[in-house]
């Protein structure tokens, strides 16, 4: 008998009905990344900086949008975080989704800026991954035993859930980088463990598994 070759995925069908706070999360991601190659004022306007944060607050929330390099780079982190956002969009869905990143966002910043207050230093490079490194937690905690193939080697997305978090730490520093861990690792795993309370607000379709949901666990609720 013939054996089925083997399908390359590249994740769910980008489309904002897939999953729409993540569709034009990337979407304006790429964006910011053209504007900015043809004006650096662009960058600088959405760049969180944590020595002028509080004359410019809006940088807690547009700091994602900030894609700066070659466009190998950028594009490759919107297309990884279409693909880890979207599976998670579509088991806890939109409200969820966009209440979770936007506190992910707000408070790693504001935690970002602690440290760069503490330090007195300023603390930059925050950009995409840092949603992207939240969706890859809570990916990973709800697909303990999946694989994902990293170049030719088969590597469980646990473990590429934890070399995000190193590298999450190592783009702000040893010292920064336990704000950016706490905001981008600490915050997700607390919010699936313990933030079925919200879900239940947040829920964009509370009846639908009435049963499951009443159980009170995020873990609990639908499979990706």
Known sequence: MAQAVPQISFGPRFHPSTAPVTFWLVVASVVGWVLGVFSPAVPALLALD???????????????????????????LCWVTW????????????????????????????????????LGATVGDATLATPFVALLV??????????VLLLVLPLPVAALAAL????????????????????????????YYWG??????????????AGRRRAGHLRDADTL
Do not use: K, M
Request: charged residues 15%.
């Open 196 to 209: 079925h309370h919200f879900h239940r607000l947040l829920a964009r379709r509370p009846g639908r598994r």
């Open 164 to 191: 995000a978090a190193v590298n999450q730490w190592y783009r702000f520093g040893p010292w920064a980088g336990l704000a950016g861990l706490l905001g981008g690792v600490g915050l997700p795993v607390a919010y």
């Open 50 to 76: 944590t020595q002028t944060w509080l004359e410019r607050p809006w940088t807690l929330v547009t700091y994602p949008l900030v894609s700066v390099g070659a466009p190998l780079g950028p594009l490759l």
């Open 138 to 147: 809570i990916y990973a905690l709800r697909n303990p035993r999946r694989t």
């Open 83 to 118: 693909w880890v956002g979207a599976e998670v969009e579509r088991w806890w869905g939109s409200r969820v989704q966009a209440g979770f990143l936007l506190t992910v966002t707000v408070a790693t910043g504001l935690l970002l800026w602690g440290a760069g207050h503490l």
